[in-house]
């Protein structure tokens, strides 16, 4: 069987991966490059929608600290994203801001960056940046009901990325990308879509991370079957050239989500379990001093590069 990444048929090996987000424990069979390391999905279920019921409210990259009051979160986030504010800075420190942010800061963006997020769900990481006076912002998410209109200069487009024609500076698959089935096909398109110096920004997991080998098929971002490649580093870079990209950066930013994630599936606790740390926190398996624990392991796996997810910098080649 060969891969659909690299075209390799050697040494191949195949893994059967239980869907355990909802608990379904439906077997799907996944492949494993011998040569670019990619795992990826063999048959991709005929109808998907009993997997994604109300995926967007449940991924747990989506849920947003609103712990404080929004005028302290614009703060925050301003500082997160231009490094301006000492108020923002503190808040910083104490209340972390969403997963996303951190990426986008290295692309040192400004406020005329036109900014297109693909996948983008109801737009929460959209909302965000507009919320700190970003107003040339676009996304486009084929699984929402409807197109939302939030103010005059953000909006969500219910449909695929072909639907888009205008011109990017920044163009965002936030934990998108793994969900796409003919991904050099979106990246080629994506390629047109940018401009001349723009960025392509891919957050996704890597499945050449210290999780995938301490865990296997309980590796808690494999999450099957919605995942249909789970890259490599080697098979991102392939990936890229193929669209007519370079990757020019990477940043690992994993967190503790991979260790309490991939512990429960051991255990056979799917993520939406009353028993889930995800939805339980206090009467989970895991003490606050555990998860601190994983927190600084996680912050040592990126920092050694094997953490398991890792936003990628793309460039057009010239």
């Not at 929608?49 to 986030?77: A, C, V, W």
């Not at 920004?201 to 079957?225: E, K, N, T």
């Not at 994993?254 to 429960?264: A, D, K, R, V």
């Amino acid at each position: 069987m060969k891969c659909k990444i690299c075209g390799n048929s050697k040494e191949n090996k195949t893994y059967k991966i239980k869907e355990m987000m909802f608990g379904l424990r439906e077997e799907f069979s996944y492949l494993k490059c011998g040569e670019c390391g990619c795992l990826q999905i063999i048959e991709v279920p005929e109808d998907l929608s009993n997997y994604y019921e109300n995926y967007h409210q449940n991924k747990t990259f989506s849920k947003i600290n609103l712990g404080i009051m929004k005028k302290f979160r614009i703060l925050r986030d301003k500082y997160t994203l231009l490094g301006e504010g000492l108020i923002g800075k503190v808040l910083y420190k104490f209340f972390p801001p969403i997963d996303g942010l951190e990426a986008i800061k290295k692309v040192r963006i400004n406020k005329n960056t036109r900014i297109l997020d693909v996948g983008c769900g109801t737009g929460t990481l959209l909302k965000i940046i507009n919320d700190l006076g970003f107003n040339k912002l676009l996304g486009v998410d084929l699984y929402i009901k409807d197109d939302i209109i939030y103010n005059d200069v953000l909006k969500i487009i219910k449909g695929p990325i072909f639907s888009i024609q205008e011109k990017w500076d920044l163009i965002i698959f936030n934990h998108s990308f793994e969900h796409i089935f003919n991904q050099i096909k979106v990246l080629k398109y994506a390629n047109q879509l940018l401009n001349k110096n723009g960025t392509c920004l891919i957050r996704i997991p890597v499945v050449s991370s210290f999780a995938w080998d301490q865990y296997g098929i309980d590796w808690v971002q494999i999450d099957a079957p919605r995942h249909f490649f789970l890259h490599s580093i080697k098979s991102m870079k392939i990936i890229a050239e193929k669209s007519g990209f370079q990757v020019v950066d990477i940043l690992f930013d994993s967190n503790e989500f991979q260790f309490w994630g991939s512990e429960q599936y051991k255990r056979d606790i799917p993520l939406l379990s009353p028993k889930s740390y995800f939805k339980n926190p206090k009467y989970s398996i895991f003490s606050k001093k555990q998860i601190k624990y994983f927190k600084r392991k996680a912050e040592r796996l990126n920092q050694k590069k094997i953490g398991d997810q890792a936003a990628f910098y793309l460039k057009k080649n010239v």
